[in-house]
T-cell receptor, first 109, second 115 residues
Protein backbone atom coordinates (compact mmCIF):
# COMPACT_ATOMS: atom_id res chain seq x y z
CA UNK A 1 0.00 0.00 0.00
CA UNK A 2 0.87 3.65 -0.08
CA UNK A 3 2.03 5.28 3.11
CA UNK A 4 3.67 8.45 4.40
CA UNK A 5 5.19 8.68 7.88
CA UNK A 6 6.28 11.81 9.69
CA UNK A 7 6.48 12.68 13.39
CA UNK A 8 3.33 14.00 14.98
CA UNK A 9 4.90 16.85 16.89
CA UNK A 10 8.28 18.48 17.41
CA UNK A 11 9.48 21.28 19.64
CA UNK A 12 12.41 23.60 18.96
CA UNK A 13 13.87 26.85 20.24
CA UNK A 14 13.77 30.19 18.47
CA UNK A 15 16.98 30.72 16.52
CA UNK A 16 17.81 27.02 16.38
CA UNK A 17 17.66 24.46 13.57
CA UNK A 18 15.11 21.68 13.22
CA UNK A 19 14.85 18.76 10.82
CA UNK A 20 11.49 17.17 10.08
CA UNK A 21 11.77 13.69 8.58
CA UNK A 22 9.39 11.95 6.21
CA UNK A 23 9.45 8.41 4.85
CA UNK A 24 7.22 7.30 2.02
CA UNK A 25 6.04 4.27 0.10
CA UNK A 26 4.12 4.91 -3.11
CA UNK A 27 3.14 3.19 -6.31
CA UNK A 28 5.57 4.95 -8.58
CA UNK A 29 7.05 8.30 -7.68
CA UNK A 30 6.77 11.74 -9.23
CA UNK A 31 8.21 13.90 -6.50
CA UNK A 32 8.01 14.88 -2.86
CA UNK A 33 6.32 18.04 -1.62
CA UNK A 34 6.51 19.95 1.61
CA UNK A 35 3.76 22.34 2.64
CA UNK A 36 3.37 24.64 5.63
CA UNK A 37 -0.03 25.04 7.21
CA UNK A 38 -0.86 27.53 9.93
CA UNK A 39 -3.90 26.80 12.06
CA UNK A 40 -7.09 27.75 10.27
CA UNK A 41 -5.39 28.40 6.95
CA UNK A 42 -4.82 26.46 3.76
CA UNK A 43 -1.43 24.84 3.12
CA UNK A 44 1.23 26.89 1.35
CA UNK A 45 3.83 25.36 -0.93
CA UNK A 46 7.39 25.17 0.44
CA UNK A 47 9.36 22.80 -1.77
CA UNK A 48 9.34 20.09 -4.41
CA UNK A 49 12.07 17.46 -4.85
CA UNK A 50 12.16 14.83 -7.57
CA UNK A 51 15.92 14.25 -7.82
CA UNK A 52 18.17 13.08 -5.02
CA UNK A 53 19.90 15.76 -3.06
CA UNK A 54 19.41 18.95 -1.16
CA UNK A 55 17.42 21.95 -2.40
CA UNK A 56 18.04 25.15 -0.49
CA UNK A 57 15.61 28.03 -0.44
CA UNK A 58 16.45 30.69 2.10
CA UNK A 59 16.01 29.41 5.65
CA UNK A 60 14.28 26.27 4.40
CA UNK A 61 15.98 23.31 2.72
CA UNK A 62 14.55 20.00 1.57
CA UNK A 63 16.40 16.76 0.97
CA UNK A 64 15.38 13.65 -0.94
CA UNK A 65 16.77 10.13 -1.17
CA UNK A 66 14.68 8.13 -3.63
CA UNK A 67 16.49 4.86 -2.92
CA UNK A 68 15.64 5.16 0.77
CA UNK A 69 12.14 6.60 0.32
CA UNK A 70 13.18 9.41 2.62
CA UNK A 71 12.98 13.17 2.74
CA UNK A 72 13.56 15.85 5.31
CA UNK A 73 12.72 19.52 5.68
CA UNK A 74 15.37 21.59 7.41
CA UNK A 75 14.43 24.89 8.99
CA UNK A 76 17.23 27.21 10.08
CA UNK A 77 17.22 30.32 12.27
CA UNK A 78 13.81 29.43 13.58
CA UNK A 79 11.34 32.23 14.13
CA UNK A 80 8.17 32.19 16.19
CA UNK A 81 6.14 32.52 12.99
CA UNK A 82 7.49 29.12 11.88
CA UNK A 83 5.17 27.49 14.42
CA UNK A 84 2.85 25.55 12.14
CA UNK A 85 2.11 22.11 10.81
CA UNK A 86 4.44 20.82 8.10
CA UNK A 87 2.90 18.41 5.64
CA UNK A 88 4.88 15.91 3.59
CA UNK A 89 3.24 14.57 0.44
CA UNK A 90 4.52 12.16 -2.22
CA UNK A 91 3.16 12.13 -5.76
CA UNK A 92 2.54 8.66 -7.13
CA UNK A 93 2.62 7.40 -10.71
CA UNK A 94 -0.91 8.73 -11.32
CA UNK A 95 0.15 12.20 -10.16
CA UNK A 96 -1.97 11.81 -7.03
CA UNK A 97 -0.66 13.25 -3.79
CA UNK A 98 -0.33 10.88 -0.86
CA UNK A 99 -0.36 12.94 2.31
CA UNK A 100 1.33 12.48 5.64
CA UNK A 101 -0.63 13.44 8.74
CA UNK A 102 1.57 16.47 9.29
CA UNK A 103 4.14 17.43 11.90
CA UNK A 104 3.13 20.12 14.36
CA UNK A 105 6.17 22.27 15.05
CA UNK A 106 6.16 24.25 18.28
CA UNK A 107 8.73 27.03 18.61
CA UNK A 108 9.65 28.18 22.10
CA UNK A 109 11.37 31.49 22.91
CA UNK B 1 3.80 32.59 -9.15
CA UNK B 2 0.76 30.45 -9.73
CA UNK B 3 -2.32 31.50 -7.81
CA UNK B 4 -5.43 29.58 -6.94
CA UNK B 5 -8.34 31.59 -5.69
CA UNK B 6 -11.15 30.10 -3.65
CA UNK B 7 -14.45 31.80 -2.89
CA UNK B 8 -16.12 32.37 -0.50
CA UNK B 9 -13.64 32.34 2.36
CA UNK B 10 -16.39 32.10 4.95
CA UNK B 11 -19.98 31.03 4.59
CA UNK B 12 -22.75 30.37 7.06
CA UNK B 13 -25.87 28.62 5.84
CA UNK B 14 -29.01 27.13 7.28
CA UNK B 15 -29.42 23.39 7.60
CA UNK B 16 -31.04 21.93 4.50
CA UNK B 17 -29.78 24.56 2.08
CA UNK B 18 -27.05 24.21 -0.54
CA UNK B 19 -23.76 26.05 -0.74
CA UNK B 20 -21.42 26.47 -3.71
CA UNK B 21 -17.68 26.98 -3.36
CA UNK B 22 -15.61 28.10 -6.35
CA UNK B 23 -11.98 27.34 -7.08
CA UNK B 24 -10.20 29.25 -9.82
CA UNK B 25 -6.70 29.01 -11.18
CA UNK B 26 -5.80 32.60 -11.99
CA UNK B 27 -2.67 32.40 -14.12
CA UNK B 28 -2.45 28.83 -15.31
CA UNK B 29 -4.67 26.15 -16.78
CA UNK B 30 -5.57 23.50 -14.25
CA UNK B 31 -6.12 20.13 -15.84
CA UNK B 32 -6.86 18.57 -12.49
CA UNK B 33 -8.36 20.02 -9.35
CA UNK B 34 -8.61 18.37 -5.98
CA UNK B 35 -11.11 19.01 -3.22
CA UNK B 36 -10.20 18.41 0.41
CA UNK B 37 -11.99 18.66 3.71
CA UNK B 38 -10.20 19.31 6.95
CA UNK B 39 -11.75 19.13 10.39
CA UNK B 40 -10.05 21.07 13.19
CA UNK B 41 -6.70 19.62 14.24
CA UNK B 42 -7.00 16.82 11.70
CA UNK B 43 -5.24 16.00 8.45
CA UNK B 44 -6.38 16.99 5.01
CA UNK B 45 -8.84 14.46 3.66
CA UNK B 46 -9.13 14.14 -0.10
CA UNK B 47 -12.78 14.17 -1.13
CA UNK B 48 -12.56 14.01 -4.90
CA UNK B 49 -10.41 14.60 -7.93
CA UNK B 50 -11.84 16.40 -10.91
CA UNK B 51 -10.46 16.54 -14.43
CA UNK B 52 -11.67 19.21 -16.81
CA UNK B 53 -14.58 18.05 -18.88
CA UNK B 54 -15.12 14.74 -17.14
CA UNK B 55 -16.88 13.43 -14.04
CA UNK B 56 -15.13 13.74 -10.71
CA UNK B 57 -13.62 10.71 -9.03
CA UNK B 58 -14.78 10.48 -5.44
CA UNK B 59 -12.89 8.92 -2.58
CA UNK B 60 -14.45 6.06 -0.68
CA UNK B 61 -17.02 7.23 1.80
CA UNK B 62 -17.69 10.58 0.11
CA UNK B 63 -21.27 10.92 -1.16
CA UNK B 64 -21.17 12.12 -4.75
CA UNK B 65 -24.82 13.17 -4.67
CA UNK B 66 -24.21 15.34 -1.64
CA UNK B 67 -20.92 16.90 -2.75
CA UNK B 68 -21.43 17.89 -6.37
CA UNK B 69 -18.27 18.76 -8.24
CA UNK B 70 -18.17 20.46 -11.59
CA UNK B 71 -14.99 21.21 -13.55
CA UNK B 72 -16.37 22.87 -16.64
CA UNK B 73 -13.27 24.77 -17.71
CA UNK B 74 -9.51 24.66 -17.29
CA UNK B 75 -9.66 27.47 -14.75
CA UNK B 76 -12.76 26.76 -12.68
CA UNK B 77 -14.05 23.96 -10.49
CA UNK B 78 -17.00 24.19 -8.12
CA UNK B 79 -18.02 22.16 -5.10
CA UNK B 80 -21.69 22.29 -4.11
CA UNK B 81 -22.65 20.95 -0.71
CA UNK B 82 -26.30 19.98 -1.10
CA UNK B 83 -28.79 19.79 1.73
CA UNK B 84 -26.09 20.83 4.17
CA UNK B 85 -26.21 19.66 7.78
CA UNK B 86 -24.24 20.81 10.83
CA UNK B 87 -21.89 17.83 10.51
CA UNK B 88 -20.83 19.21 7.11
CA UNK B 89 -19.33 22.22 8.86
CA UNK B 90 -15.65 22.09 8.02
CA UNK B 91 -12.76 23.75 6.20
CA UNK B 92 -12.93 22.97 2.47
CA UNK B 93 -9.78 23.43 0.40
CA UNK B 94 -9.18 23.09 -3.29
CA UNK B 95 -5.90 22.59 -5.08
CA UNK B 96 -5.00 22.68 -8.73
CA UNK B 97 -2.41 21.01 -10.89
CA UNK B 98 -1.25 22.68 -14.07
CA UNK B 99 -0.40 21.28 -17.44
CA UNK B 100 3.22 20.71 -16.39
CA UNK B 101 1.85 18.27 -13.87
CA UNK B 102 4.35 18.39 -11.10
CA UNK B 103 3.35 21.31 -8.92
CA UNK B 104 0.13 21.68 -7.03
CA UNK B 105 -1.10 24.93 -5.55
CA UNK B 106 -3.79 25.40 -2.95
CA UNK B 107 -6.64 27.84 -2.72
CA UNK B 108 -7.10 29.85 0.46
CA UNK B 109 -9.78 27.51 1.78
CA UNK B 110 -13.44 28.03 2.64
CA UNK B 111 -14.88 27.77 6.12
CA UNK B 112 -18.41 26.38 6.02
CA UNK B 113 -20.63 26.61 9.07
CA UNK B 114 -24.07 25.04 8.90
CA UNK B 115 -26.49 26.21 11.55
Amino acid sequence: GQNIDQPTEMTATEGAIVQINCTYQTSGFNGLFWYQQHAGEAPTFLSYNVLDGLEEKGRFSSFLSRSKGYSYLLLKELQMKDSASYLCAAMDSNYQLIWGAGTKLIIKP
Amino acid sequence: GAVVSQHPSWVICKSGTSVKIECRSLDFQATTMFWYRQFPKQSLMLMATSNEGSKATYEQGVEKDKFLINHASLTLSTLTVTSAHPEDSSFYICSARGLAGNTIYFGEGSWLTVV
